[in-house]
């Protein structure tokens, strides 16, 4: 296993030379109650990793999209789109997989630490769950993610996000009561949220006049319908697909790249939320053994006091037969 050291949450700050490759941040509204956004660790992109889970099979057999942990109650959740040929209630006869890629069909499923999974739910119309966030409350978990699918070159894309409870086989559509509904940016779409479980903070990726940005929140303003941000900033040039995203503190750390064998493309772009430059891009290099190897999602963990790791998800397996590993790297730079 790869060498690894864990970090204060508070206290160490990591200073990071900005590099060629900046983007152009639009300062956001100042919040006169938060002040400049303080400086945070900064993880580094380059050190080794470790497995977290792997081979880990999903409710359903499809390539996972994105995943978020409840650090509170030991879950973690992975979302991917549904599989073909499924038939839930209210459905008149099974629906492909192409049907259920233009619809925004998604499949939740939790799993334990161990990779086994515990429970799962349906997202009719939700969207192509390229981010998730996960909130604990008390021993529940309320879910982040997007919402009210449109279709765009075969596949649905969230143009809302929303906030509902895990219930193990549960089946939700855009309509259901569960769901509390939020549109903080208007006329924005292709809108994914995920969750900074250490500053507890949501960020949301989304596009407007066809360019992708990211808008940093406090949770609980956003929970009580106030969209005042904390930073926002331009969605920097990538070399490969873009795959998911999360924030830790000042940073937004973004992942790239497509399915293929070692060495791969692979790679992990670090943006200060402060300036929207760029202060590191590296290629990911770990899951060596991993068979297809598509990165997919991001999120932030909590291992214990004091230790914060910086999550990444590989697909692998065949089709029909799609398996999750998440990799993570908790180094301080």
């Given at each position: 296993m790869p060498t690894r050291r864990t970090f204060l949450i508070a206290g160490a700050v990591a200073g990071a030379a900005t590099i060629t490759g900046a983007t152009t941040a639009r300062p956001a509204a100042a919040d006169p109650e938060a002040g400049p956004l303080p400086p945070s660790p900064r993880f580094d992109c380059a050190a080794p990793g470790a497995r977290l889970v792997g081979a880990a099979p999903l409710h359903n057999a499809t390539v996972m999209q994105s995943l978020a942990f409840d650090n509170v109650n030991r879950h973690l959740f992975v979302v991917q789109l549904m599989a073909g040929g499924l038939r839930l209630p209210g459905e008149p006869a099974p629906v492909s997989g192409a049907t259920r890629s233009a619809n925004g069909d998604l499949c939740l499923t939790r799993l334990d630490r161990h990779g086994r999974e515990t429970g799962h739910m349906y997202l009719r119309g939700f969207g192509h769950g390229v981010q998730i966030g996960a909130?604990?409350?008390?021993?529940?978990?309320?879910?982040?993610?997007?919402?009210?699918?449109?279709?765009?070159?075969?596949?649905?894309?969230?143009?809302?996000?929303?906030?509902?409870?895990?219930?193990?086989?549960?089946?939700?559509?855009?309509?259901?009561?569960?769901?509390?509904?939020?549109?903080?940016?208007?006329?924005?779409?292709?809108?994914?949220?995920?969750?900074?479980?250490?500053?507890?903070?949501?960020?949301?990726?989304?596009?407007?006049?066809?360019?992708?940005?990211?808008?940093?929140?406090?949770?609980?303003?956003?929970?009580?319908?106030?969209?005042?941000?904390?930073?926002?900033?331009?969605?920097?040039?990538?070399?490969?697909?873009?795959?998911?995203?999360?924030?830790?503190?000042?940073?937004?750390?973004?992942?790239?790249?497509?399915?293929?064998?070692?060495?791969?493309?692979?790679?992990?772009?670090?943006?200060?939320?402060?300036?929207?430059?760029?202060?590191?891009?590296?290629?990911?290099?770990?899951?060596?053994?991993?068979?297809?190897?598509?990165?997919?999602?991001?999120?932030?963990?909590?291992?214990?006091?004091?230790?914060?790791?910086?999550?990444?998800?590989?697909?692998?397996?065949?089709?029909?037969?799609?398996?999750?590993?998440?990799?993570?790297?908790?180094?301080?730079?």
């Open positions: 909130e604990p409350t008390g021993r529940g978990t309320f879910l982040w993610t997007e919402t009210d699918s449109v279709a765009e070159d075969g596949s649905g894309w969230g143009t809302r996000i929303c906030r509902y409870r895990f219930a193990d086989g549960a089946v939700l559509d855009p309509g259901s009561p569960e769901l509390a509904k939020q549109a903080p940016i208007p006329g924005a779409d292709r809108t994914t949220c995920g969750t900074d479980p250490v500053h507890r903070r949501l960020v949301m990726r989304h596009r407007i006049g066809g360019a992708f940005r990211y808008t940093l929140y406090r949770l609980d303003d956003v929970r009580r319908h106030r969209y005042q941000p904390l930073a926002e900033v331009a969605q920097p040039a990538l070399g490969h697909s873009f795959q998911g995203y999360a924030s830790y503190g000042s940073y937004l750390y973004l992942l790239e790249g497509t399915s293929g064998a070692m060495p791969g493309n692979t790679h992990l772009t670090c943006v200060d939320w402060r300036t929207g430059d760029v202060v590191e891009r590296r290629p990911v290099t770990d899951g060596a053994d991993v068979d297809f190897r598509e990165p997919e999602g991001m999120a932030v963990h909590v291992a214990g006091p004091g230790a914060v790791r910086l999550c990444y998800g590989f697909a692998s397996g065949v089709p029909g037969a799609r398996l999750a590993n998440v990799y993570y790297k908790e180094t301080l730079a």
